[in-house]
């Protein structure tokens, strides 16, 4: 296990296509996360799991947004009927839940282009 | 609500040389990590250096330490001895209650030879 996967790297799709992407965590980590990354801004909070349950969701993650943790292992994250403002880098964060100071590991991203 | 700022959106140092990112917070919470990450062009992030709200010592990682001043929630990161390799945006985060992350807008660093 070399660390946190996603698949695609990138995508490009019409507006008002779906599009979903995955993330595979560290095999033993419980939390997953999901933030969205653009242009000159840090990382934003989406969403987070422990094992399969969704714990908190940002209120940036609208109805169009649906993410699930099947198993509690690979994550994936859903956009319905994409606009241009979802044109972002969505990344992929695993940790372990014991201890505040556990970092975060995270993978290299999703580039999602919305033309 | 937690926010996190970094007022330097970039900067440069040459190589060998030292340099401070800067970085302030605000937070209600007594207890929480504060950490810095790097993330190198087209790679994911990775964390350079952590440190606990409650430990008086300032965190260090061979030639990464921090100038954690908790009254003033100011949390800069050094680098000493600069290497082309640190060349990245770097950002701050604060995790205040062992949920998520939030981080501040970063600050490009280039390494100049």
């Known amino acids: 296990d070399t660390g946190v996967s996603q698949n695609p790297r990138h995508k490009i799709t019409k507006r008002g296509q779906n599009v979903t992407f995955r993330c595979d965590p560290i095999s033993e980590h419980n939390r997953l996360y999901w933030y969205r990354q653009t242009l000159g801004q840090g990382p934003e909070f989406l969403t987070y799991?422990?094992?399969?349950?969704?714990?908190?969701k940002s209120r940036l993650l609208s109805d169009r947004f649906s993410a699930e943790r099947p198993k509690g292992s690979f994550s994936t994250l859903e956009i319905q009927r994409t606009e241009q403002g979802d044109s972002a880098m969505y990344l992929c964060?695993?940790?372990?839940?014991?201890?505040?100071?556990?970092?975060?590991?995270f993978g290299q991203g999703t580039r999602l282009t919305v033309v | 609500a937690q926010t996190v700022t970094q007022s330097q959106p970039e900067m440069s140092v040459q190589e060998a040389e030292t340099v401070t990112l800067s970085c302030t917070y605000d937070t209600s919470e007594n207890n929480y990590y504060l950490f810095w990450y790097k993330q190198p062009p087209s790679r994911q992030m990775i964390l350079v250096i952590r440190q606990e709200a409650y430990k008086q010592q300032n965190a260090t990682e061979n030639r990464f330490s921090v100038n954690f001043q908790k009254a003033a929630k100011s949390f800069s990161l050094k680098i000493s001895d600069s290497q082309l390799g640190d060349t990245a945006m770097y950002f701050c985060?604060?995790?205040?209650?062992?949920?998520?992350?939030?981080f501040g807008t970063g600050t490009s660093l280039t390494v100049i030879p």
């Open positions: 985060a604060i995790r205040p209650t062992g949920n998520q992350f939030y």
């Open positions: 964060a695993s940790s372990l839940a014991q201890g505040w100071g556990t970092e975060a590991f």
């Open positions: 799991f422990q094992n399969e349950a969704q714990l908190e």
